[in-house]
């Protein structure tokens, strides 16, 4: 399947909280552990403190264009690493959408979130506002970028890690063919005005460490043995 991500593929990435690591340890693909990742490359303030080998949960947040799928999405993931062949892999934990939605355990899934998405430039300064509501939760963010503010992101993660992706605990891998010079282009590091997030709270960090966003337009061909694509 054909999958086009728009510009402005957001990620907020968080820290494992202990909780999260024991309750996400069991959602996971039985020969993978739980693993941390640079993200971007250390050459900006406040990187220093960057722990890489700790787990994370990640909050990716983008539009996309397929065949059956045309909307917003949020990907709730983690990063994990074959016991056996050392390569890193992401695996989803949950998905907010305002269009159709399919995962290997649960099939087709029905829209379960709104959102409102604004992103602008001006001059050199990227801003970017977004919320999503599913039920009574609701996320907020305002986050700008700078002219100055665009960084190598980890080989490992961009490229790597989303070669054969998981949902949850199911044992078999989807793969992804996609451009990986495009993918592994520098984002945008952002700095959040203001960001409000009650979904997966007891899992993470109060506050996420790191806010990147690709500024670029992405194509994937995903290979899911699927009989409805």
Same mark, same amino acid.
């Given at each position: 399947?054909?999958?086009? /991500?728009? #510009?402005?593929?957001?990620?907020?990435?968080?820290?494992?909280?202990?909780?999260?690591? =024991?309750?996400?340890?069991?959602?996971? #693909?039985?020969? &993978?552990?739980?693993?941390?990742?640079?993200? =971007?490359?250390?050459?900006?303030?406040?990187?220093?403190?960057? +722990?890489?080998?700790?787990?994370?949960?990640?909050?990716?947040?983008?539009?996309?264009?397929? @065949?059956?799928?045309?909307?917003?999405?949020?990907? /709730?993931?983690?990063?994990?690493?074959?016991?056996? &062949?050392?390569?890193?892999?992401?695996?989803?934990?949950?998905?907010? &959408?305002?269009?159709?939605?399919?995962?290997?355990? +649960?099939? /087709?899934?029905?829209?379960?979130?709104?959102? +409102?998405?604004?992103?602008?430039?001006?001059?050199?300064?990227?801003?970017?506002?977004?919320?999503? @509501?599913?039920?009574?939760?609701?996320?907020?963010?305002?986050?700008?970028?700078?002219?100055? !503010?665009?960084?190598?992101?980890?080989?490992?993660?961009?490229?790597?890690?989303?070669?054969?992706?998981?949902?949850?605990?199911? $044992? =078999?891998?989807?793969?992804?063919?996609?451009?990986?010079? /495009?993918?592994?282009? #520098?984002?945008?590091?952002?700095? =959040?005005?203001?960001?409000?997030? #009650?979904?997966?709270?007891?899992?993470?960090? &109060?506050?996420? $460490?790191?806010?990147?966003?690709?500024?670029? !337009?992405?194509?994937?061909?995903?290979?899911?043995?699927? $009989?409805?694509?």
């Amino acid at each position: 399947m054909k999958l086009s /991500i728009l #510009p402005g593929s957001l990620w907020l990435a968080y820290y494992l909280s202990p909780d999260g690591i =024991t309750n996400l340890s069991s959602m996971i #693909p039985a020969q &993978t552990r739980l693993v941390g990742s640079r993200l =971007t490359a250390s050459r900006f303030v406040g990187d220093e403190n960057w +722990n890489a080998e700790h787990p994370l949960l990640l909050f990716n947040a983008y539009k996309l264009s397929s @065949k059956f799928m045309v909307g917003n999405r949020i990907d /709730i993931q983690t990063i994990v690493e074959d016991v056996i &062949t050392q390569k890193k892999h992401l695996v989803i934990l949950d998905v907010l &959408t305002d269009t159709l939605d399919w995962n290997p355990q +649960n099939g /087709i899934r029905l829209p379960n979130t709104r959102f +409102n998405r604004i992103m602008k430039h001006n001059n050199d300064e990227l801003q970017f506002e977004y919320q999503a @509501k599913r039920g009574k939760q609701k996320l907020r963010l305002g986050a700008v970028s700078h002219s100055d !503010a665009y960084r190598e992101i980890d080989y490992r993660f961009a490229v790597e890690a989303n070669l054969q992706c998981f949902y949850r605990s199911f $044992p =078999t891998a989807y793969s992804m063919d996609f451009d990986h010079r /495009i993918v592994s282009s #520098p984002v945008r590091i952002m700095e =959040t005005d203001y960001l409000e997030n #009650p979904f997966w709270r007891d899992e993470r960090s &109060t506050e996420p $460490p790191k806010v990147f966003l690709h500024e670029h !337009a992405m194509e994937f061909d995903v290979d899911v043995q699927n $009989p409805f694509w």
